[in-house]
């Protein structure tokens, strides 16, 4: 079974940076699609950006662009979203997501259960 285990959130001042890990198990990373997305209080889910073995780097939100990047490191079977330049809007639980069949960035079907971000101002 595919399994994500994301970490790496935490309490960061406004203008600092994090990096959130998703650990990926039960596929490999020569075909394979991880996406980011976010949950603020009393918000919609968002999507953020998702990095796959088709396509490369893609993101969702201009609200993002520029501050944060998706790196994937198939040695550790792991993706990891870079978050920089940090806003208090940004606070949220980020959450990874995988295509458990593919590549593809259209069927993040498995989720891992997320990663409380705090940005202080």
């Known amino acids: 079974d595919v399994q994500l285990q994301a970490s790496g959130g935490g309490l960061v001042q406004a203008g600092g940076s994090l990096r959130l890990s998703c650990a990926a198990s039960?596929?490999?990373?020569?075909?394979?699609?991880i996406g980011w997305f976010r949950q603020a209080p009393g918000k919609e889910r968002e999507g953020l950006g998702c990095i796959s073995s088709s396509a490369g780097s893609i993101y969702y939100t201009g609200s993002v662009k520029g501050r944060f990047t998706t790196i994937s490191d198939s040695a550790k079977n792991t993706v990891y979203l870079q978050v920089d330049s940090l806003k208090p809007e940004d606070t949220a639980v980020y959450y990874c997501?995988?295509?458990?069949?593919?590549?593809?960035?259209?069927?993040?079907?498995?989720w891992g259960q997320g990663t409380l971000v705090t940005v202080s101002s």
């Open positions: 997501a995988a295509d458990p069949f593919g590549s593809s960035c259209s069927r993040l079907d498995v």
């Open positions: 039960g596929f490999t990373f020569d075909n394979y699609a």
